[in-house]
């Protein structure tokens, strides 16, 4: 991935929070899930596989939400050809690893705690702590917040385990946690040649309430790759 254009990304970091980018890919119909399964891949190509793999690596987080973990229960991470060019931009060799999960339900077994590369941070409130298998406990660094959102949980990582960049991966509700609270800065969105249909699969972000309209959202870029779409967007808030 040596050419990839996404190799070199500058972003314009806020003050006394973590810049927030979004990562997903979505079928020409909306979906960002087919057959109900959150899995990478479900939906995109191998090349976009790849190109989550060169997004993450210029972040020092990844997140994603309990549901997300629960069917992609892998570590957050990079292959190991890109922990080298992490290293040369002064980053940790992986990302954190990053599950926020109010109810605790996380498999112990999965690979996700079996040897991770850096203990796993586990987002969760008291109730949730207190339901996490003590493996995964052993394997991770629990934080306990009594009102994780996405504010609360920007805060922590900021001053707790100085996150300067994170990146969010789903899944649509934790997706709308942030654009709801006006701290998603970009968007990496891959535009898959797919139709999915079923009105059960979801959509790129998925609340209770309309979402508030930033006050500019820039096309940063635009790349093809055969038949898919690669976009970037900046969002403005205020």
Known sequence: MSEHFYNQLEFELPQRRPFVACNMVMSLDGRVTAGGSLRPGSIGSSFDAATMHVIRSHFDAVLSGGNTVRQHPFYLGVPEELERLRQARG????????????????????????????????????????????????QSVVEIVAEPTPENISSLLWAKHQVQRLLVEGGPSVNFQFMQARLLDELFLTLAPKL????????LAMGDELLPKPREAQLVSVHKQGQELFLRYRFRWE
């Open 91 to 138: 980053l940790a060799f992986q990302p954190l690893s990053v599950v926020l999960t109010r109810s605790g339900r996380l498999d112990a077994h999965a690979p996700l705690f079996e040897r991770p590369p850096r203990p796993p941070i586990i987002i969760t409130t008291a109730a949730g702590a207190a339901n996490l298998p003590q493996a995964v406990k052993e």
């Open 196 to 203: 999915v249909g079923l009105r059960t699969d979801f959509t």
